[in-house]
């Protein structure tokens, strides 16, 4: 009988033995959402010409993804003076009355990083604002985004930006540029970049983490002079 309850024992203490020696269970935050794409910096420049240069944000590394948007009175011919290749387009008006926006997206590679910014090349002179965000590593990529345009000749204030889909801990880029010298907000999220050349050129570029699945649609104001058009940018980024 003992030799029975040892063999016993002996079984019980096999199977056991996994747990014991430290096997690890995952916790409760193993299934929690994915953490957020980390926002490593941002940067703007506003400028009056047939191209814009931007510098890339303080920090920008190999493998960090970049956001790049552009508000202008001529629409982008080219852009120059990155690495190796290329900027992703997600949209862009050409030709369009007033005001022209743009937005592009890429992996920044170690060539654009030791070129350290990037050349906009508009085909005409006239005032703009470009705007930029880096993300620490590729993230997951930009999952939505869409611009509105208006060249109308005028416009009040405020404007009801697109409307996005998001997941919780996605990040939100919110940017305007305004033919006119005004002081630009965002009602979602933390302001980041702001800009005003005090005649036709105005622009910001907000950030925010997401907190909660749905559509988001951020309002922009607009405080001073009102030019005859504007673009408005929402892009969503995922983790």
Not at 50 to 63: A, E, V, Y
Not at 133 to 154: C, D, K, M, N
Not at 188 to 205: I, P, W, Y
Request: glycine share 14%; charged share 5%.
């Amino acid at each position: 009988m003992r030799t029975l309850v040892a063999v016993a024992i002996l079984l019980a203490s096999s199977l056991l033995a996994p747990a014991q020696v430290g096997l690890p269970w995952p916790g409760p935050g193993a299934f929690a959402a994915p953490l957020s794409p980390q926002l490593r910096a941002t940067n703007s420049v506003v400028g009056t010409g047939s191209s814009l240069t931007i510098n890339l944000p303080t920090g920008s590394q190999t493998g960090d993804f970049a956001v790049v948007l552009v508000g202008h009175g001529f629409s982008v011919n080219t852009i120059t003076g990155y690495g190796t290749c290329c900027w992703t387009l997600m949209y862009q008006d050409v030709g369009a009355q007033y005001v022209n926006g743009g937005g592009w997206y890429k992996t920044l590679t170690s060539a654009d990083v030791s070129n350290g910014s990037i050349t906009f090349n508009f085909s005409g002179s006239y005032e703009g604002v470009v705007a930029m965000a880096t993300f620490v590593g590729a993230t997951g990529g930009a999952r939505g985004w869409l611009e509105l345009q208006s060249g109308t000749g005028s416009f009040t204030s405020p404007v009801t930006g697109p409307s996005v889909s998001a997941v919780t801990n996605d990040s939100g880029l919110y940017f305007t540029m305004n033919r006119g010298a005004s002081t630009d907000t965002v009602n979602r999220g933390t302001l980041k970049e702001t800009q005003n050349n005090g005649a036709n050129a105005s622009g910001v570029l907000y950030f925010e983490t997401i907190s909660s699945t749905g559509t988001v649609t951020p309002t922009f104001s607009y405080t001073g002079t009102l030019g005859p058009g504007y673009v408005v940018w929402n892009v969503i980024v995922k983790p």
